[in-house]
């Protein structure tokens, strides 16, 4: 037979009632030391058929049942005091959690459990009101569902492990007040916070702890060697925990996995590169979770008796351009002998010089790098290092073809433009014209045609050399004097041709001022900018 008392009493008997009881409460009764019984505070059950009011009796009701095209339905709203749940050590793992209700009677249904998102006036609480406000919907404002069960016995458990886990470990802060629903259809009795089988939180944890500890406490390591440990994590923890190292700056390591849920084993990878210096050093490895707990290792660094080269792995190029590389070289062990160094192997399209040939380290090798003007390509450049230890120093060369632009008024660049076109095409080196100088960044050289009286057009909106010249340049060349002038823009080289007059301007363009038999804008399209300059 179902139960089916709804109120029975008189609201002002019921608050006389219901206000000392939440008064003298006493929320929290330990069982023993890993478990904690939280018992509720307060509750009531709200219907969508009396839709002011809520109900205050010993067995409260929670129903979904169809009537017509509509559901009738009753939802029971219950209010924990949840501040006792930090009497459990953050970090702790939960095992268990379960709402219980000690059910009167009711059908086959499903429950669900949701977290209201705000507090309601548990005595002017209704369908539609959660006090002096409405709710946003009727029936409740849900915020998160915590738990669900199937009506199967006297006494329903309702699993809320993963929401009291979160709350213990601070990723949750909740209101403690819950709303209980059918999910389909179906009804169920309970008895309430007034019977002495009140709803209550049944909570079984086991408390935080965290260990580390390694497979050895020592290891030695020779200069360029590795090694590999285990680090075993151990405890018991509701949230992972990640494992960080601190080590010498020139020590290189690698730790898989870098977190988990305790009891778990990583693999630290500790590897030195040949320039380490001899010494003894600490290397300490953390497991930092709610609770952080280190251990110590014992690194001792064994110098060998060598030296060590700086070679970068690659390298870059622009075609024609130049660039040096600084290998420095580094012994090891009280090294002191003589090095010499050679060219192995290098692609054709490349110049390759080393300087000095030789020397004793501490001291620097140059390495100068030019690639032909005409070459996009990739190859393998071997330089050979010998003394009483003998190495080898293997980089992949890249380089691509400049991208070159001319910037200059109309008039200018009608006067060079055929010796211009001519050598660009000789050279296999593109070149653009542009008439917007915020596009000099996309270009490794712009050529400016003109100097700081040039006048402006369409294709010279802007006169570049009257910004760039100082005072000095301008009164020598309006003095007669010819002039080239580089300046760095980022990585852009912005190269300024500039005579007194259009007509010397373009002389300049055409002239062989080295003698070489080449004119100016070939040896500028086809070597390094700079070095064009510098002899000249």
């Not at 008189?10 to 939280?38: F, G, H």
């Not at 946003?136 to 069960?149: F, H, M, N, Q, S």
């Not at 070289?329 to 009280?334: A, L, M, S, W």
């Not at 259009?502 to 500028?524: H, K, Y």
């Amino acid at each position: 037979m179902i139960y089916s008392s709804i109120g029975g009493r008189s609201s002002m008997l019921r608050y006389v009632r219901v206000i000392p009881l939440i008064l003298l409460l006493i929320p929290i009764y330990p069982i023993y030391a890993d478990s904690l019984s939280i018992f509720a505070a307060v509750d009531c059950y709200i219907t969508n058929w009396d839709q002011g009011k809520s109900f205050h009796t010993d067995v409260l009701r929670v129903s979904r049942e169809k009537s017509g095209n509509d559901y009738l339905e009753a939802r029971a709203i219950i209010g924990f005091d949840l501040t006792s749940l930090i009497t459990i050590p953050k970090g702790s793992r939960v095992s268990e959690a379960h709402l219980i209700l000690t059910l009167v009677n009711g059908s086959n249904a499903n429950v669900e459990v949701w977290e209201l998102a705000r507090e309601p006036d548990i005595l002017r609480v209704s369908w539609i009101k959660a006090g002096d406000e409405d709710w946003i919907t009727p029936g409740g404002d849900l915020l998160r569902k915590v738990g669900e069960a199937e009506i199967n016995t006297e006494e329903l458990k309702i699993d809320m492990r993963d929401y009291i886990q979160a709350v213990v470990n601070g990723e949750l802060n909740s209101t403690g007040w819950f709303l209980l629903k059918i999910a389909d259809e179906g009804y169920f009795y309970f008895y309430s916070e007034l019977s002495t089988n009140k709803p209550r939180i049944e909570i079984s944890y086991t408390r935080a702890s965290l260990d580390i500890s390694l497979d050895s406490d020592e290891v030695k390591l020779s200069q360029g060697s590795s090694a590999l440990l285990k680090v075993q994590v151990s405890g018991y923890l509701g949230s992972p925990v990640s494992i960080e190292v601190e080590a010498p700056s020139f020590l290189n390591y690698t730790i898989s996995p870098s977190q988990g849920y305790p009891t778990f084993v990583s693999t630290l990878n500790l590897s030195l590169p040949e320039d380490a210096p001899g010494g003894v050093y600490t290397v300490v490895i953390s497991a930092i979770g709610p609770i952080r707990k280190n251990i110590t290792l014992k690194l001792t660094v064994i110098e060998r008796r060598g030296y060590v080269i700086s070679c970068p792995s690659s390298v870059d190029l622009i075609s024609g351009f130049r660039k040096d590389l600084t290998l420095k070289v580094v012994p090891t062990g009280n090294f002191s002998g003589e090095i010499a160094a050679s060219i192995l192997e290098a692609p054709s399209w490349l110049n390759v010089s080393v300087s000095p040939s030789k020397g004793r380290p501490p001291f620097n090798f140059t390495l100068t790098l030019k690639s032909l003007p005409d070459v996009e390509a990739s190859g393998r450049l071997k330089i050979a290092f010998r003394g009483q230890v003998s190495k080898q120093c293997e980089v992949e060369v890249r380089t691509r073809i400049r991208r070159v632009a001319i910037y200059s008024n109309d008039i200018d660049w009608k006067l060079s433009k055929g010796l211009i076109i001519s050598y660009s095409n000789s050279t296999g080196v593109p070149v653009h014209r542009i008439n917007d100088t915020s596009l000099f960044s996309n270009y490794d050289l712009v050529i400016v045609l003109g100097g700081h009286k040039a006048p402006t057009d369409k294709w010279m909106p802007k006169n570049v050399a009257s910004s760039s010249m100082n005072e000095s340049e301008k009164a020598s060349l309006e003095r007669g004097k010819d002039l080239i002038i580089v300046r760095k823009e980022g990585s852009t080289i912005v190269m300024i041709i500039a005579g007194k007059t259009r007509q010397n301007t373009a002389a300049l363009v055409s002239s062989d001022r080295d003698g070489d038999g080449f004119p100016l804008i070939a040896e500028i399209l086809s070597e390094d900018p700079i070095e064009v300059v510098r002899s000249g």
